[in-house]
């Protein structure tokens, strides 16, 4: 294995018996990518919003019921759930994602998504899979595909789930409400992949332990006493108390958490007033919390309580004017892969494609609603892992350069569907047969 720039994630040495994949794995993937090619694009040029994956979801469970799963749909809305029975052995749940973003797409792509579609606002959004969930179904249905046609060479059951509303934090919160874990087998282990925009197509990164953060989104009312602007001493002015609420807020993580402990508290938003002239009665602010322990993350909700309610007191305010802090209901817990599970599967994933293409990669910040899939009692081990979906000379050049290359998220990011979709249904493979036998 080699390891990414900066990576924090470290690995004690392990050693296990490998488990061989059928050696024409890599042909039968190869004859089947001019099919998972197609269904690639088409997935990318008709993206849905979270929780309208409706089309797509039909798409998926048509996908699984001709690779022979049994299949159930409308799980947690729109989720599907393919089962496939073969012998005694363990249960293996893989996961993707189907929803897309409120973002309008611009990469000049032939097969460019042109959906538009009306967002929670009421308002008319370009509609694009920046974030690389075709790319997840796509590989998703082929190791489906895979796994089917392999049924002498293992034994155990697949649980194949395609998730709605990952975007939102919310479908595979749904989907284990609606029984995932009750009504269908429940799995020894849990899988799923993401692309990376940082990451050559061919290659693949893991990071044991904490891999993505908890994420909490706050919004903050500050209230006041408004008045005339050119009368200040008549009033308790909400912008600038809230103004000291924000540069106390960033002694939270500097000065209260524990250096070692990562934390990231962004004042995002801010909206206050209509008139220069007039000190209005509040200011609404929103943030953001990323943390990877749940102490630190209930450390900060509390913290941003005291902080607001001493400011409040500080300017006059009487107790029943404080801040109302407000914690969405968007909660997306931090993502822990299993470090005994990310041992067993790089193994695999160096046989499968040489361990100079399987990196150590760096924990992130960002979110992925996967991590509730282990969160359940008793825990199921889980494991996301990082596949590559950048144009390799392209990234070298972007290296050279200095230059930048477009993010998830970014309405020009593009992934190289070749070799990304064969890599992904490799390594997705490898990693069960590794798993079930």
């Known amino acids: 294995m080699k390891f990414a720039p900066l990576a924090l994630c470290l690995l004690p040495f392990l050693v296990f018996s490998q488990k061989e994949i059928p050696a024409d794995l890599k042909s039968g993937i190869d004859s089947d990518f001019p099919y998972l090619h197609d269904l690639y694009l088409h997935c990318h040029a008709n993206p849905e919003l979270s929780f309208h994956e409706y089309n797509t979801s039909a798409r998926m469970a048509g996908e699984l019921r001709k690779a022979g799963f049994e299949v159930t749909e409308k799980v947690g809305g729109n989720g599907v759930v393919g089962v496939l029975k073969n012998g005694e052995g363990p249960t293996i749940l893989v996961r993707a994602d189907m929803d897309a973003l409120p973002i309008a797409e611009e990469t000049g792509l032939p097969y460019s998504s042109a959906v538009k579609a009306t967002d929670e606002s009421g308002n008319t959004v370009g509609v694009m899979h920046a974030c690389g969930h075709d790319v997840h179904m796509t590989v998703w249905t082929g190791a489906a595909r895979a796994m089917a046609s392999q049924r002498a060479t293992w034994k155990g059951t697949l649980v194949f789930i395609a998730q709605p509303a990952e975007e939102s934090s919310g479908g595979a919160k749904a989907m284990l409400k609606e029984g995932l874990y009750e ?87 801010i909206h ?102 282990g969160r359940t009692e008793p825990k199921v081990p889980i494991l996301l892992f990082w596949l590559g979906s950048v144009d390799p000379v392209k990234l070298a050049a972007a290296r050279d350069s200095g230059a930048g290359l477009p993010s998830l998220h970014s309405s020009k990011y593009a ?15 490898s990693a069960l047969f590794e798993l079930l036998n």
């Open 272 to 373: 206050g007033g209509a008139k220069g002239n007039v000190i209005p009665e509040e200011v609404k602010m929103e943030l953001t919390l990323r943390s990877y322990s749940d102490e630190v993350r209930e450390a900060m909700i509390e913290k941003i309580t005291r902080i607001c309610n001493g400011e409040a007191m500080s300017a006059g305010l009487p107790e029943n004017m404080y801040p109302k802090i407000v914690v969405r209901d968007e909660y997306t817990p931090a993502l822990y892969n299993d470090p005994a599970l990310a041992g067993r599967v790089e193994k695999a994933f160096e046989k499968a494609i040489g361990d100079e293409n399987v990196l150590e990669v760096p924990a992130a910040m960002v979110g992925e609603d996967f991590g509730r899939y």
């Open 183 to 269: 009504r269908f087998p429940r799995p020894d282990y849990a899988l799923a992949l993401h692309v990376n925009a940082n990451l050559p197509a061919g290659q693949v990164g893991i990071c044991p332990g904490y891999s993505m953060a908890n994420v909490d989104m706050v919004n903050i009312t500050v209230y006041g006493k408004g008045g005339h602007g050119a009368m200040p001493h008549q009033t308790i002015d909400p912008v600038v108390l809230s103004a000291r609420i924000i540069l106390a807020l960033q002694t939270i993580v500097s000065r209260e958490l524990p250096p070692s402990e990562p934390a990231v508290l962004t004042v995002g938003a």
């Open 415 to 429: 992934p190289l569907p070749e070799p990304t979709i064969k890599t992904g249904v490799l390594t997705m493979c």
